[in-house]
Structures are given as C-alpha cells and as structure tokens.
C-alpha cells in the first residue's frame, strides 16, 4: 500500500522560506516519481515540481522556477520542496502525488497532469501574506 504525507506548511510573511516534505511509505521506492501540487480554492490543481527517485530528473514549472527546490532522500523515503522568497500568490494547499515512473521527461510526455498520479497524500497549507 502506497501512503503519502505531506508536512510542513504554515505562514510566513513575503521573501520568507518553508520547507515541505513528503513522506512515502511504498516499497521500491526508487521505482515511483514524486511531484508537487498546488490548490487555491476555486482553481484547478496545479503541478509546480516533480522528481524522478531513481535518476532525480526534477522539473519546476515557471511560476516556481529559481524560487523552489525539489529533492529526495532516497533512505528516508521522503521528497522535500524547499521554498525561498515566497510570495503572497504562492498560497495554497500544497499536495505530495506519486506514480510509477517511466523514465521519461513527464511534464513533456505526460503533461504533469493531476489525474497521471494514482497516490496522494493529504495537502498542507501554506499561507504567505503581504
């Protein structure tokens, strides 16, 4: 059984950090690909990192890009998402989603779509005010 979760939101005022970081509890770890989402009320899930456990191939989408950092400690099992200068837009609940990889670029051949991850884990909040 796949279990995610995600931990470590909380608030901070614009330029500060948070780190968030995804606990996993699938054997073969190495074998799945992680990925960052991110909800606002009202809008569409959307897909901000991911990293691959066994080559750390990592994508940022441009909205996080120089900002955000993914990474994955393989022997804990967990993918952390370090956020610097963080900024009032970045608020949201913040989700951890895994699948099997498939060794691929999967933002280009999959389109880092929601319903390409089959495990999710509760989501984390993250509030940055002005």
């Known amino acids: 059984e796949v279990q995610l979760q995600a931990y470590g939101g909380g608030s901070v005022q614009a330029g500060g950090s948070l780190r968030l970081s995804c606990a996993a509890s699938?054997?073969?770890?190495?074998?799945?690909?992680v990925a960052w989402f991110r909800q606002v009320p009202g809008e569409e899930r959307e897909g901000i990192s991911y990293i691959s456990n066994s080559d750390s191939k990592t994508y940022y989408a441009n909205s996080v890009k120089v900002r955000f950092t993914i990474s994955v400690d393989n022997a804990k099992k967990t993918v952390y998402l370090q956020m610097n200068s963080l900024k009032p837009e970045d608020t949201a609940i913040y989700y951890c989603?895994?699948?099997?990889?498939?060794?691929?670029?999967?933002?280009?051949?999959?389109?880092?779509?929601?319903?390409?991850?089959?495990?999710w884990g509760r989501g984390t909040q993250v509030t940055v005010s002005s």
């Open positions: 699938m054997f073969h770890f190495d074998d799945y690909i």
């Open positions: 989603a895994a699948d099997l990889y498939d060794g691929t670029d999967w933002h280009l051949s999959r389109g880092f779509r929601p319903n390409d991850f089959g495990y």
